[in-house]
């Protein structure tokens, strides 16, 4: 009798056993970087649960007025601020996700990569990021500021100065500011000597040390002391390019419970063991004028 092929991996062949040894070594699927979760606020990432909503209260600006050394034992009639938070911004939690992977016996007989289930179970925590990072992505285009420029166009310096400048007209603080894009940016950066000179400052784009080129991050934009992030992740319009974006950290917010949690349970009518990884999370524009989003040159 044959043994079910139906959970069985492609390369497992028809469930016949294979005379052929696996690997020892895993080799990766191929994992596109993701970012956008690094450069918005995750404050409120304390233990939740699906259905909580995270009130967070935006402050107001204060009031000022003329000291009047006149008035005593009273309140000035004039210049006191008693509203101290505007329209509420708020996260649900509504969001949970999970990713499932069964295995069953014939394969665990077949396979002698020692790491298997690690291996799976870490492939199954990243499709659960992917979900969360693309979720964070895809508020981009629903910015204060409509997408910047026309579809397919070539980054350029003028670009950002523009949209530098509509951020620093919002009182956009430029600590904790962040520039998310894609592959055909980053080239088109490349090609542009005011990122690329020591002139500028020190360690320009494409002059940092190769550990500090990891997990997106790929150097800063130091006329503008911009960190860059560059992703394959990002959500693409109907046509040619991607939506990039120039974020202070807090024009989105995002809450995750916790990391992913890794759960293994076994069936044992199925003859199988299951990995389960879930998550629990929420994201939100928080202040709309502190991101203004960018169309790239391709997706």
């Known amino acids: 009798m044959a ?13 016949e056993l294979v005379p052929e040894l696996w690997s020892s070594r895993i080799i990766n699927h191929v994992r596109s970087y993701l970012c956008c979760a690094q450069v918005v606020n995750t404050t409120w990432k304390d233990q939740l649960h699906k259905g909580d909503k995270v ?21 000035p009639s004039s210049g006191v601020t008693t509203t101290f938070t505007t329209t509420t911004a708020s996260i649900s939690i509504d969001r949970w996700d999970q990713a499932i992977i069964q295995i069953d016996d014939s394969v665990k007989v077949q396979t002698q990569a020692p790491a298997f289930y690690a291996q799976k179970a870490s492939d199954a925590a990243y499709a659960i990021e992917k979900v969360v990072d693309t979720s ?27 949209m530098m400048e509509v951020l620093d007209e919002a009182d956009v603080p430029r600590s904790d ?8 940016m980053l080239a088109d950066c490349y090609k542009i000597d005011k990122f690329m000179s020591y002139d500028y400052g020190k360690n320009p784009l494409g002059h940092i ?6 997990g997106g991050y790929r150097g800063t934009i130091v006329a503008y002391n911009l960190p860059l992030y560059i992703t394959n992740n990002l959500v693409a319009p109907a046509s040619a390019g991607a939506y990039g974006a120039l974020l202070h950290k807090d024009a989105i917010g995002l809450v995750i419970q916790s990391a992913p949690s890794i759960e293994k349970d076994r069936s044992a009518a199925a003859a199988s063991d299951l990995l389960y ?15 203004y ?3 790239t040159r391709k997706a």
Request: net charge negative.
């Open 3 to 15: 043994w079910p092929t139906d959970r069985r991996p492609s390369d497992a062949l028809t469930g």
């Open 55 to 75: 009130y967070i209260p935006v402050s107001t600006t204060i009031s000022t007025s003329t000291v009047d050394p006149t008035t005593t034992n009273k309140i």
């Open 177 to 184: 500011r962040a520039i998310i894009a894609d592959p055909s």
């Open 136 to 162: 964070v992505n895809t508020l981009f285009a629903s910015l204060a500021s409509a997408v910047y420029g026309s579809d397919g166009q070539t980054f350029t310096d003028d670009i950002l100065v523009a």
């Open 209 to 214: 040390p190769s550990e500090a080129g990891t």
């Open 293 to 295: 989003c960018f169309y």
């Open 277 to 291: 990884v879930r998550c629990l999370s929420g994201d939100a524009i928080v202040r709309d004028t502190f991101g």
